[in-house]
T-cell receptor
Framework: DVKVTQSSRYLVKRTGEKVFLECVQD?????MFWYRQDPGLGLRLIYF???????EKGDIPEGYSVSREKKERFSLILESASTNQTSMYLC????????????FGEGSRLTVL | AQSVSQHNHHVILSEAASLELGCNYS??????LFWYVQYPGQHLQLLLK??????LVKGIKGFEAEFIKSKFSFNLRKPSVQWSDTAEYFC??????????FGSGTKLNVKP
């Protein structure tokens, strides 16, 4: 089974802090994604990466950056956390550009005070 | 921007009732279609997917969905729900390359 592991299930940070969310997948998937999930809004794509050191902006990239130095690891960075970034963050991976579904991690619930 | 609409935000059913959850998308080109489920406290899991071929797709746990291209729809169905189907259901559409768009989700509450 594909396993997508997110390093932190729950985080509490203060406004202005730098936040790192880590994600690791174990199936050699080419593509990795970061979504945020908010009630009533579904999942919104923040960034995705289709190769090491490659990244593409999603629909809501403002206030976020990403890093993919190794194929299995995709990090989401909040340079200066704000209260409106309180959310559930989901990492996902998929195989190939034209095929395959997303496999999700369990999520990281971030609260910014 | 492309959009995915799930019109039912919250559905309450009794066990053994039939289920149909609506999903419509806005893109007119080639799409791949998915339904995901999120059980309480768990990660999102794939229920079923459509890539090509037979527009009636069968998934896990007795779920099925029908792709109707002319209506831009991919509705999820189950003939008889169980209490264990209580979860949130998300429709997703994949457009060019890896652009996945998700609906806002439908919370299903099945009463025992």
């Amino acid at each position: 089974d594909v396993k997508v592991t997110q390093s932190s299930r729950y985080l509490v940070k203060r406004t202005g802090e730098k936040v790192f969310l880590e994600c690791v997948q174990d199936m050699d998937h080419e593509n990795m994604f970061w979504y945020r999930q908010d009630p009533g809004l579904g999942l919104r794509l923040i960034y995705f990466s289709y190769d090491v050191k490659m990244k593409e902006k999603g629909d809501i990239p403002e206030g976020y950056s990403v890093s993919r130095e190794k194929k299995e690891r995709f990090s989401l960075i909040l340079e200066s956390a704000s209260t409106n970034q309180t959310s559930m963050y989901l990492c996902a991976s998929s195989w190939g550009l034209r095929t395959g579904e997303l496999f999700f991690g369990e999520g990281s619930r971030l609260t910014v005070l | 921007a492309q959009s995915v609409s799930q019109h039912n935000h919250h559905v309450i059913l009794s066990e053994a009732a039939s289920l149909e959850l609506g999903c419509n998308y806005s893109y007119g080109g080639t799409v791949n279609l998915f339904w995901y489920v999120q059980y309480p406290g768990q990660h999102l899991q794939l229920l079923l997917k459509y890539f090509s071929g037979d527009p009636l797709v069968k998934g896990i746990k007795g779920f099925e969905a029908e792709f109707i291209k002319s209506k831009f729809s991919f509705n999820l169905r189950k003939p008889s729900v169980q209490w264990s189907d209580t979860a949130e259901y998300f429709c997703a559409v994949k457009y060019n390359f890896n652009k996945f768009y998700f609906g806002s989700g439908t919370k299903l509450n099945v009463k025992p």
